[in-house]
Structure formats: structure tokens, C-alpha cells
């Protein structure tokens, strides 16, 4: 009799299904034991779909007088169909479909256990920018083919055996075993491939990354700690625009440390008015005139430590304290630049997080415009390319505004990032802001001044009123003044300064000028 049950039970099995196998195997050994089951489940594909249908039941008669067996089958399809979906929600990316950061850390768990003495691992967190702008703009299915794309590129240098997650929103997470000492040379160049536009029909799209690594077991030594380093690694790489791949080192940890208390204190800083803002003089090549000046902020922490907005300025950004920060600036310099003869202008720098709720920040330049009296004209909004190219049609749509105004448009920082000539010609700028390392290296480098020379010609076709920063020496004076670029602003001709000395300044005998050679 326990032969026919088997076979029975098999042929309606599919025949590689394992999981199928070991639920038959159980309930053909409940069955061959003849003592009562409960619940057992069995997985059958008969002819259309699969199903799962739970067994319990009772042998009649005695163990020497088997006379059969009492019992029910239920079908439990719907119910297994409901915990499979509840599984892949829990264990997978809905969107993408890969493993989620628990199912990925669980497999790394499992690899690093089953690994044995000797067994080495990188982890990778892969931080994607540009995918969700994909999805609101074209669609999911865009946004999958792309990521295919982005996944295949990492498989192919990072090898099939590689792990691959998706963490939190756009971050993938990467796997691999016993790498070879190529492996992070591979991950760099898969970083710095995606800084060309992926194509996809007749679109391309921008994807940014940064890549965060951790090495078992030298830099932790299991996935939580893994986890932790991979991500300060990956906070420390800045920018996603950057496409830098770092390894954690042991400082990291202090250094989140003193970022996450700046952070936490600039706030306060507003409050306690340690927040100032400095004037740096724009002078123009023609007439030798002060046409105006750019605000920079300052931040004295107390009277010996001032903080730099290199360094602070993006921390505002991260912790989203900028945009607080952002209207104060705006109400300052719209006020201090009240107090200027006609008709200087004031140059303010606006940050890319300021520009991603262009609402607000339409609100708060029309305020401080009103509160200050300031005609619109007398305002220039510096902006840096790498904000225009993260939120162009926001972007675009603010500046049309302002335009409109009567504010003048600036690009800062010229030439270090996409310098596309499509957002030159499409958006609605007055000047253009030549980026203070071409300046910097101008009269020891050909290829500077080549680059130099091109950008004014550019900015001349586009009617743009070119501006080199940074100048601090004689020689640059010359070369720029012989490629007919526009404005002077550099410490050669003025450091920023306080409100009260750059007011005395404006009043005072006229800052050094140095001779133009032209
Ligand atoms: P930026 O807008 O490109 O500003 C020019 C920077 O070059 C300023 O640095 C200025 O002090 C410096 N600089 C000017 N002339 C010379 C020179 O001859 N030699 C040298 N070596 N440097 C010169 P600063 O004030 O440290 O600001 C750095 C960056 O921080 C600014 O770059 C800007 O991106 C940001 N920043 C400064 N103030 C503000 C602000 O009020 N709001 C926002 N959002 N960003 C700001
Ligand atoms: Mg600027
Ligand atoms: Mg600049």
C-alpha cells in the first residue's frame, strides 16, 4: 500500500520543485509511521497553476490491523499565495524586484558564516542620483530599464557571484567574495563610466554616484558593522556628482562626529547672531568702477574661530538648515546693500537645496526685496551650474521669474561642471562667473588661459557679461584684461569685508587698482 501512496503523491509534484519534494517526503513518512497528523502541507501542481492544500488525519483500526485513514484535505492556496506576497514585500524592492537591505545583509550573513576561516568580502553601497527624477518625469518602467542597465554595468566588473541589493531608495548594495586586488580599480571605473549619459531609445539620462566601501574583515567584522563603515564611508565622498568610491577609514567616525555637532549648533549661531555677512568688491575692467560686490557669509564662532562656508555651507544644506539661513541672508544683504550709493549691485549665492522649492524661495526674494526697498535690478542671484543641471525645468522656471523682476542672473563656478552650452543659451542669464581654478593656474598653464579665452568668447556671442574671481596676482590682471573679460573680483582688489568696512571703503579712496594692461 505505501508504494502507491508515493508514487501517488509524486505524480502530482512537479519534479525539480524541492520545496514540493520535502512537504511530500513528510507527509509520506506521517503516513507510513500510521499515527495521526495535523496539518501537514503538501505544494501539487496538477494540471493548471500550483496548489497547496493542508492535510490532517487519523488511522483506523490498530497498528497490526490497518484499516485505512480518517482525515480532510484543505486548500490553502489563497493562504500561501498571501505569505509568498508577504514575503517578497518584506524581503524585496518593490520597484526593482532585487533583495531588500534585510534580505541582502541576511545572504552577506549567511555568506560570511558559511565563508569558513580565510573567506574575505568587500561590501558596497552605491548611492544612485537622477533615477527619481526619471520616475516622476517618464515613468517606472524607465526607471527599471535604466537601473538594468546600471546593474548589468556593475555585474560586468564586479563579477556574476556578486551580491546585489537595493538599499533604501536609490541605493544599491554590492556583495562580492573573495575579491581580486582589481576589484576597486573595477568599481572606479564603473563610477567614472557613468559620469558619460546612459541611452535608452532616444533619451539619455545622468546618473551620479558615490560608493561607499567596507572590507571584511579588516574594517568590521560582521553585517552591522560592515553596514555602519560602508555608510561613513560613503558619507564622507561628498557630492554624488563627484562619482568618488571611498574606503573607510577609522578617523571617519570622529570626523561624522564633528559634522553632525556643527550641524547641530548652527541654529543656535543664527539666534545668537554669529552669522555675518562680508562684501567682496566687483570692479569693472573699463572704468576701474566698484559696480558692486558679492555677499559671502561668515561664521564666527567666537572671536578667534570663524568656521568657513566651504565647510558649513553644505552641512546646512544636508540638514536642510539652509533654507532658514538662506532667507536671513537674503533679508541682510538686501538691507546692507540699501545703505550703497546707486547703483551697486549685491550678488548673493544661492544654494541648489534653496532652488529645490522654488515657491519659497520666490516668496522670501520678494519679501526681503519689499521689507528693504532694493529695486530688483540692484539683485543678482549667483547660481552654480551643478544646482541648474540636479532641477532643470524648476530652475529654469525660477529664473524666468525673477527675470521678470528685474534680477540679474549670474553663473557661478563656470567651466568646472557640465558647461553645456544648451543651458547657456536656454536659460535667461546676464554673467557668467569664470571658475576661480582657471583663473588660479591662468599664467602658468596655456591650456587655463585657452579655456578662459573660449568661455569669454562664448559668453560674448551669448551676450553675457563675463566675471573672473579669484584674482590675486598683477599677471592675471593682464591676460585677462587682453581676452576682454568684463569684471574683476579677487583679493588683488579687495578681500571680503565687514558691512561697516566696505561702506567705509566705498566712501574712502578707491581700492588699489592695479594697471590693466589691455
Ligand atoms: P563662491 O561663490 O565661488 O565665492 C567665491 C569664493 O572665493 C569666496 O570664498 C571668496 O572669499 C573667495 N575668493 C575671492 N577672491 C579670492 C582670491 O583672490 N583668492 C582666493 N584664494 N579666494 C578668493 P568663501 O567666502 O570662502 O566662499 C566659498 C563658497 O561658499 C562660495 O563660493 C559659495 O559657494 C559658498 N558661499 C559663501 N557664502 C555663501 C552664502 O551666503 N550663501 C551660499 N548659499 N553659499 C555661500
Ligand atoms: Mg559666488
Ligand atoms: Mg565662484
Given at each position: 500500500m505505501e508504494k502507491p501512496v508515493k508514487e501517488f503523491i509524486r505524480s502530482f509534484q512537479k519534479q525539480d520543485d524541492v520545496e514540493a519534494a520535502e512537504m511530500g517526503d513528510k507527509l509520506i513518512e506521517a503516513i507510513e509511521r500510521r499515527e495521526p497528523f495535523k496539518n501537514l502541507e503538501l505544494k501539487i501542481a496538477p494540471r493548471h497553476g500550483v496548489h497547496w492544500v493542508s492535510y490532517s488525519a487519523v488511522p483506523l483500526g490498530n497498528r497490526e490491523n490497518h484499516k485505512g485513514w480518517r482525515g480532510v484535505g484543505r486548500d490553502i492556496t489563497a493562504q500561501k499565495e498571501l505569505e509568498i506576497q508577504l514575503y517578497r514585500q518584506a524581503?524585496?524592492?518593490?520597484?526593482?524586484g532585487l533583495p531588500n537591505r534585510f534580505r541582502f545583509s541576511e545572504s552577506i550573513n549567511g555568506r560570511i558564516k558559511d565563508g569558513g576561516a580565510g573567506y574575505t568580502g568587500i561590501l558596497g553601497i552605491i548611492r544612485l542620483g537622477g533615477l527619481d527624477k526619471i520616475r516622476t518625469n517618464i515613468g517606472n518602467s524607465k526607471n527599471n530599464e535604466v537601473m538594468g542597465q546600471i546593474i548589468r554595468k556593475l555585474t560586468d566588473g564586479a563579477g556574476d557571484n556578486a551580491l546585489i541589493g537595493n538599499l533604501d531608495g536609490w541605493d544599491l548594495g554590492i556583495w562580492i567574495d573573495n575579491p581580486d586586488i582589481y576589484l576597486v580599480d573595477r568599481l572606479h571605473q564603473f563610477a567614472k563610466d557613468l559620469k558619460n549619459p546612459l541611452r535608452m531609445d532616444q533619451d539619455y539620462f545622468h546618473i551620479s554616484c558615490s560608493i561607499g566601501l567596507a572590507f571584511y574583515p579588516e574594517d568590521a567584522n560582521d553585517k552591522k558593522g560592515l553596514f555602519k563603515a560602508a555608510d561613513l564611508a560613503l558619507n564622507s565622498a561628498g557630492s554624488l556628482l563627484n562619482h568618488r568610491v571611498v574606503r573607510y577609514t577609522k578617523t571617519f567616525g570622529t570626523q561624522i562626529q564633528k559634522r553632525l555637532n556643527i550641524m547641530k549648533e548652527m541654529p543656535q549661531a543664527l539666534g545668537d547672531q554669529q552669522f555675518e555677512m562680508y562684501y567682496q568688491p566687483q570692479i569693472r575692467r573699463?572704468?576701474?568702477?566698484?559696480i558692486g560686490a558679492e555677499a559671502l557669509i561668515r561664521w564666527k564662532k567666537d572671536d578667534a574661530l570663524y568656521v568657513s562656508p566651504v565647510d558649513f555651507i553644505p552641512l546646512s544644506e544636508q540638514s536642510g538648515f539652509i533654507i532658514t539661513l538662506g532667507e536671513w541672508i537674503l533679508e541682510r544683504i538686501t538691507r546692507d546693500a540699501m545703505?550703497?550709493?546707486?547703483?551697486l549691485q549685491v550678488a548673493v549665492n544661492i544654494s541648489g537645496v534653496q532652488l529645490e522649492d522654488p515657491g519659497r524661495l520666490l516668496r522670501s526674494l520678494k519679501n526681503a526685496l519689499k521689507k528693504s526697498g532694493l529695486p530688483p535690478e540692484r539683485l543678482v542671484v549667483e547660481i552654480t551650474e551643478s544646482a541648474v543641471v540636479e532641477r532643470y525645468n524648476a530652475v529654469s522656471g525660477f529664473l524666468k521669474n525673477i527675470k521678470s523682476w528685474g534680477v540679474q542672473i549670474a553663473l557661478d563656478d563656470f567651466g568646472t561642471g557640465y558647461s553645456s552650452l544648451s543651458y547657456l543659451q536656454n536659460l535667461p542669464l546676464d554673467k557668467l562667473k569664470i571658475d576661480q581654478s582657471f583663473i588660479r593656474n591662468m599664467h602658468r598653464d596655456q591650456k587655463s588661459e585657452e579655456i578662459v579665452h573660449i568661455i569669454i568668447l562664448l559668453a560674448r556671442t551669448l551676450s553675457l557679461t563675463t566675471m573672473a574671481e579669484g584674482i590675486d596676482k598683477p599677471e592675471q590682471v593682464g591676460i585677462l584684461g587682453k581676452l576682454g573679460c568684463d569684471v574683476f573680483q579677487g583679493f588683488l582688489y579687495g578681500k571680503p569685508l565687514a558691512i561697516g568696512d566696505f561702506v567705509g571703503m566705498l566712501n574712502g579712496p578707491s581700492p588699489s587698482q592695479p594697471s590693466v594692461a589691455e
Amino acid at each position: 500500500m505505501e508504494k502507491p501512496v508515493k508514487e501517488f503523491i509524486r505524480s502530482f509534484q512537479k519534479q525539480d520543485d524541492v520545496e514540493a519534494a520535502e512537504m511530500g517526503d513528510k507527509l509520506i513518512e506521517a503516513i507510513e509511521r500510521r499515527e495521526p497528523f495535523k496539518n501537514l502541507e503538501l505544494k501539487i501542481a496538477p494540471r493548471h497553476g500550483v496548489h497547496w492544500v493542508s492535510y490532517s488525519a487519523v488511522p483506523l483500526g490498530n497498528r497490526e490491523n490497518h484499516k485505512g485513514w480518517r482525515g480532510v484535505g484543505r486548500d490553502i492556496t489563497a493562504q500561501k499565495e498571501l505569505e509568498i506576497q508577504l514575503y517578497r514585500q518584506a524581503n524585496y524592492n518593490h520597484f526593482t524586484g532585487l533583495p531588500n537591505r534585510f534580505r541582502f545583509s541576511e545572504s552577506i550573513n549567511g555568506r560570511i558564516k558559511d565563508g569558513g576561516a580565510g573567506y574575505t568580502g568587500i561590501l558596497g553601497i552605491i548611492r544612485l542620483g537622477g533615477l527619481d527624477k526619471i520616475r516622476t518625469n517618464i515613468g517606472n518602467s524607465k526607471n527599471n530599464e535604466v537601473m538594468g542597465q546600471i546593474i548589468r554595468k556593475l555585474t560586468d566588473g564586479a563579477g556574476d557571484n556578486a551580491l546585489i541589493g537595493n538599499l533604501d531608495g536609490w541605493d544599491l548594495g554590492i556583495w562580492i567574495d573573495n575579491p581580486d586586488i582589481y576589484l576597486v580599480d573595477r568599481l572606479h571605473q564603473f563610477a567614472k563610466d557613468l559620469k558619460n549619459p546612459l541611452r535608452m531609445d532616444q533619451d539619455y539620462f545622468h546618473i551620479s554616484c558615490s560608493i561607499g566601501l567596507a572590507f571584511y574583515p579588516e574594517d568590521a567584522n560582521d553585517k552591522k558593522g560592515l553596514f555602519k563603515a560602508a555608510d561613513l564611508a560613503l558619507n564622507s565622498a561628498g557630492s554624488l556628482l563627484n562619482h568618488r568610491v571611498v574606503r573607510y577609514t577609522k578617523t571617519f567616525g570622529t570626523q561624522i562626529q564633528k559634522r553632525l555637532n556643527i550641524m547641530k549648533e548652527m541654529p543656535q549661531a543664527l539666534g545668537d547672531q554669529q552669522f555675518e555677512m562680508y562684501y567682496q568688491p566687483q570692479i569693472r575692467r573699463r572704468t576701474k568702477e566698484i559696480i558692486g560686490a558679492e555677499a559671502l557669509i561668515r561664521w564666527k564662532k567666537d572671536d578667534a574661530l570663524y568656521v568657513s562656508p566651504v565647510d558649513f555651507i553644505p552641512l546646512s544644506e544636508q540638514s536642510g538648515f539652509i533654507i532658514t539661513l538662506g532667507e536671513w541672508i537674503l533679508e541682510r544683504i538686501t538691507r546692507d546693500a540699501m545703505t550703497w550709493p546707486l547703483p551697486l549691485q549685491v550678488a548673493v549665492n544661492i544654494s541648489g537645496v534653496q532652488l529645490e522649492d522654488p515657491g519659497r524661495l520666490l516668496r522670501s526674494l520678494k519679501n526681503a526685496l519689499k521689507k528693504s526697498g532694493l529695486p530688483p535690478e540692484r539683485l543678482v542671484v549667483e547660481i552654480t551650474e551643478s544646482a541648474v543641471v540636479e532641477r532643470y525645468n524648476a530652475v529654469s522656471g525660477f529664473l524666468k521669474n525673477i527675470k521678470s523682476w528685474g534680477v540679474q542672473i549670474a553663473l557661478d563656478d563656470f567651466g568646472t561642471g557640465y558647461s553645456s552650452l544648451s543651458y547657456l543659451q536656454n536659460l535667461p542669464l546676464d554673467k557668467l562667473k569664470i571658475d576661480q581654478s582657471f583663473i588660479r593656474n591662468m599664467h602658468r598653464d596655456q591650456k587655463s588661459e585657452e579655456i578662459v579665452h573660449i568661455i569669454i568668447l562664448l559668453a560674448r556671442t551669448l551676450s553675457l557679461t563675463t566675471m573672473a574671481e579669484g584674482i590675486d596676482k598683477p599677471e592675471q590682471v593682464g591676460i585677462l584684461g587682453k581676452l576682454g573679460c568684463d569684471v574683476f573680483q579677487g583679493f588683488l582688489y579687495g578681500k571680503p569685508l565687514a558691512i561697516g568696512d566696505f561702506v567705509g571703503m566705498l566712501n574712502g579712496p578707491s581700492p588699489s587698482q592695479p594697471s590693466v594692461a589691455e
